[in-house]
């Protein structure tokens, strides 16, 4: 099952704008994470942000979580080419001791150089 | 170099074969992962293994068999079984107890039906 759902599925900007990623969830989370896959590859860890936290920044990266709202999003600002992959939201649920995280479906980044 | 290695990078299977996909890791991480996905979608577990001989399935284990006889490999088994195999493979681990952690993911294998 999937808890997570990315808006929007895709996105294409120009370099140098900023680009906004949300995630909606279901249940309630101990953390909530993004990362990003480059095509064909591995995924990498961006960011992770508490359930008792509500923003939290990594250099260009600035990660927003509304637990009332069960939404967070991701904003990378001063876009890049280098940026273009896919980015995934993935929830640590809060009753579940199985340390699995539940993955989006992703949001399809495309920076135009 | 730490980390979590996958191989092969791409795999052909004929029809009714079994194909093995190999994961490692050097992280001496306790918990192990197998994802499958399929073109422009997101990640969907197969199994997990939290610790040396046990395993759970995920939400999508039918077709696929697993082991863990060695805390540091995972080792995953796509059987003839699963009819749709054609993916990308995934393999992670994590460290436990500690709620507040990544889970780090190897470079993948991509699965082909012939």
């Known amino acids: 099952s999937q808890q997570g759902e990315e808006d929007p599925q895709a996105l294409s900007i120009q370099e140098g704008e900023n680009a906004t990623m949300n995630c909606s969830y279901k249940?309630?989370?101990?953390?909530l994470q993004w990362y990003r896959q480059n095509s064909g590859r591995g995924l990498v860890h961006l960011i992770l942000i508490r359930s008792n936290e509500r923003e939290k920044h990594s250099g260009r990266l600035r990660v927003t979580l509304d637990t009332s709202k069960k939404s967070s999003s991701l904003l990378i600002t001063a876009s890049r080419a280098a940026d273009t992959a896919s980015y995934f939201c993935a929830t640590d649920g809060l009753m579940d001791s199985s340390y699995k995280l539940i993955f989006g479906s992703g949001t399809r980044l495309l920076v135009r150089p | 170099d730490g980390g979590i290695t996958q191989s092969p990078k791409y795999l052909f299977r004929k029809e009714g074969q079994n194909v093995t996909l190999s994961c490692e890791q050097n992280l001496n991480h306790d918990a192990m992962y197998w994802y499958r996905q399929d073109p422009g979608q997101g990640l969907r577990l197969i199994y997990y293994?939290?610790?040396?001989?046990?395993?759970q399935k995920g939400d999508i284990a039918e077709g696929y068999s697993v082991s863990r006889e060695k805390k540091e490999s995972f080792p995953l088994t796509v059987t003839s079984a699963q009819k749709n195999p054609t993916a990308f493979y995934l393999c992670?681990?994590?460290?436990?107890?500690?709620?507040?952690?990544?889970?780090?993911f190897g470079p993948g294998t991509r699965l082909t039906v012939l």
């Open positions: 992670a681990s994590r460290s436990l107890g500690i709620t507040y952690n990544e889970q780090f």
């Open positions: 293994s939290q610790i040396v001989n046990d395993f």
């Open positions: 249940t309630s989370i101990n953390n």
